[in-house]
Nanobody, 115 residues
């Protein structure tokens, strides 16, 4: 019943910006945390950024100062503002949500950083 749908991926040049969105739908009694993960071909999925219910955020060292995670007041949409993008940021980006101990995942959106 609960669904997470990512959007905003695409092709961008190095140094450019991109904004990802994650829309949550369905019966969600409460959200403990949401986060963004990414997975490049041949690599394991890694944490990019998380945001807890109170608004505190955490970032992977590789994206600190370049990426910003946020969530709207309705708590049904999460964003990832990506600036100063590098080719190494190329990956499928996945939305993650934890609600009362249950973990949900989106299907992912592809981000390609290339000239």
């Amino acid at each position: 019943q609960v669904q997470l749908v990512e959007s905003g991926g695409g092709l961008v040049q190095p140094g450019g910006s991109l904004r990802l969105s994650c829309a949550a739908s369905g019966s969600i009694p409460g959200i403990n945390s949401m986060g963004w993960y990414r997975q490049a071909p041949g690599k394991q999925r890694e944490l990019v950024a998380t945001i807890i219910n109170g608004g505190s955020t955490n970032y992977a060292d590789s994206v600190k100062g370049r990426f910003t995670v946020s969530r709207d007041n309705a708590k049904n949409t999460m964003f990832l503002q990506m600036d100063s993008l590098k080719p190494g940021d190329t990956a499928n980006y996945y939305c993650n949500m934890v609600s009362r101990g249950v973990v949900y995942w989106g299907k992912g959106t592809l981000v390609t950083v290339s000239s």
